[in-house]
């Protein structure tokens, strides 16, 4: 699928029709400078903060039409103004970026789920905006589909964001479980962290096949891409159970192997 990839978001698929490639190239260029900004380097958080800010001011010249705008601005305005691409999810997903430089916890899954709804969910929702599908019903489904698949991806890489001293595990989670945030890794938490785990698991699988019924209703190759990346999260999920959730010493993520499995779970989905 992805030749290209920005944590929630494939980019120039091979199912993707030609006459979408820039405007997602344009999107995803935007996204994942915006992510890089945020996350990579060693730039202060100041530093970090300002220059967001200077992709703030760029959306704002090309919601006003005005300004001088630097070639990636250019390219991402051509792209709004030639599918009326609305400005909120892009303004989301600086929001998101701007809280990855400061907050590196969250309390509760509210507060994780609204901090995916403007890291992963405006990618939906520009993507049904690209196909002309954005109702209601499809924009929810969506939501639900771009919150698992970072949900999914949080729980992939729970030991690499650890290193980076981040944990994207509610810590009343944690408390429940009694897995103390500094001890997630030690052996003696580990029957206490597979239980937590399961819980993750069977909590995003369930929001994942909430929104599984958009990738039926969508038609043609978006339909059956959308299938395919539902099916590639349900599998990812499945990896994790079948690492007894030990996701320290074994990061689970999809091989060769998977992708003839994904395929043809995606056209049994589609026959329901």
């Given at each position: 699928m992805p030749v290209e990839h920005y944590e929630n978001f494939p980019v120039a698929s091979l199912l993707l029709?030609?006459?979408?490639i820039p405007a997602v190239e344009a999107i995803?260029?935007?996204?994942?400078?915006?992510?890089?900004?945020?996350?990579?380097?060693?730039?202060?958080?100041?530093e970090r903060l300002a220059a967001l800010r200077e992709y703030e001011t760029a959306l704002v010249y090309i919601e006003l039409g005005r300004g001088a705008l630097p070639p990636l601005f250019q390219r991402l305005a051509?792209?709004?103004?030639a599918h009326d691409l609305p400005l909120k999810p892009f303004h989301d997903?600086?929001?998101?970026?701007?809280?990855?430089?400061?907050?590196?916890?969250?309390?509760?899954?509210?507060?994780?789920?609204?901090?995916?709804?403007r890291s992963a969910n405006p990618v939906g929702v520009l993507m049904l905006h690209l196909y002309g599908a954005a109702s209601d019903d499809n924009v929810r489904d969506s939501n639900a589909?771009?919150?698992?698949?970072?949900?999914?991806?949080?729980?992939?890489?729970?030991?690499?964001?650890?290193?980076?001293?981040?944990?994207?595990?509610?810590?009343?989670?944690?408390?429940?479980?009694?897995?103390?945030?500094?001890?997630?890794?030690a052996a003696e938490a580990r029957g206490k962290w597979r239980a937590l785990m399961r819980f993750e698991v069977q909590r995003?699988?369930?929001?994942?096949?909430?929104?599984?019924?958009?990738?039926?209703?969508?038609?043609?190759r978006v339909g059956f891409e959308?299938?395919?990346?539902?099916?590639?999260?349900?599998?990812?999920?499945?990896?994790?159970?079948?690492?007894?959730y030990?996701?320290?010493?074994?990061?689970?993520?999809?091989?060769?192997?998977?992708?003839?499995?994904?395929?043809?779970?995606?056209?049994?989905?589609?026959?329901g």
């Open positions: 029709p030609k006459r979408l995803y260029a935007f996204a994942r400078s915006a992510d890089d900004i945020a996350d990579e380097g060693d730039a202060t958080p100041a051509r792209i709004i103004r997903l600086l929001s998101a970026f701007r809280q990855d430089i400061a907050v590196t916890r969250y309390q509760t899954y509210d507060e994780l789920l609204d901090y995916c709804a589909i771009c919150s698992a698949l970072q949900l999914i991806n949080f729980l992939q890489d729970v030991a690499l964001d650890e290193a980076k001293e981040r944990i994207y595990i509610p810590m009343e989670d944690l408390a429940r479980f009694a897995v103390p945030p500094a001890q997630m890794a995003a699988r369930a929001l994942m096949l909430s929104g599984a019924p958009l990738a039926l209703r969508l038609p043609g959308l299938r395919l990346v539902v099916q590639g999260g349900l599998r990812i999920l499945e990896a994790i159970e079948e690492v007894d030990d996701v320290f010493r074994r990061r689970p993520k999809l091989g060769r192997a998977d992708w003839c499995r994904l395929f043809w779970r995606a056209l049994r989905m589609r026959q």
